[in-house]
């Protein structure tokens, strides 16, 4: 084993634990606050989607980053967590897009994290620390 190959490996971990363990965050809390799903189902209503899609959101913020964390068919994973966010940045901020916080940041750039580094990990896999590596 090289130094280099070790440290895309140690890389990738480093990833897939910062993207998989603070989205869990946002999962946990819609665990514990069960009528966030009544607002979400409201934006995909709004939108002429089916109401019962909100419940996309447990797979998109609990199973999905658990999956990353894991390294269990990370890419899979990611893939989820980036149909996830695309959800939530066309639903619920889509009008900030070309906006900027009152502190100088891009609107979106949380949203904006999570769906590319996501996407890194779709395309990264879950390297050689993972349940099972792909």
Excluded at 25 to 44: N, Q, R, Y
């Amino acid at each position: 084993m090289s130094l280099e190959s070790l440290n895309a490996d140690v890389g990738q971990l480093i990833l897939r634990l910062s993207v998989g363990g603070l989205m869990l965050f946002h999962g946990v809390s819609k665990l514990m606050h069960p009528a966030s799903l009544d607002f979400i189902g409201g934006m995909l209503a709004g939108n002429g989607l089916p109401v019962i899609l909100a419940y996309g959101v447990y797979i998109g913020e609990d199973v999905a980053p658990l999956m990353i964390i894991a390294g269990f068919k990370a890419r899979l994973g990611g893939l989820i967590i980036v149909i996830n966010m695309l959800f939530a940045l066309l639903l619920a901020h889509s009008g900030d897009f070309f906006s900027l916080s009152e502190h100088g940041g891009w609107m979106i750039e949380l949203q904006m994290f999570y769906l590319l580094s996501a996407l890194a990990v779709v395309f990264l896999g879950s390297g050689k620390f993972a349940v099972k590596s792909d």
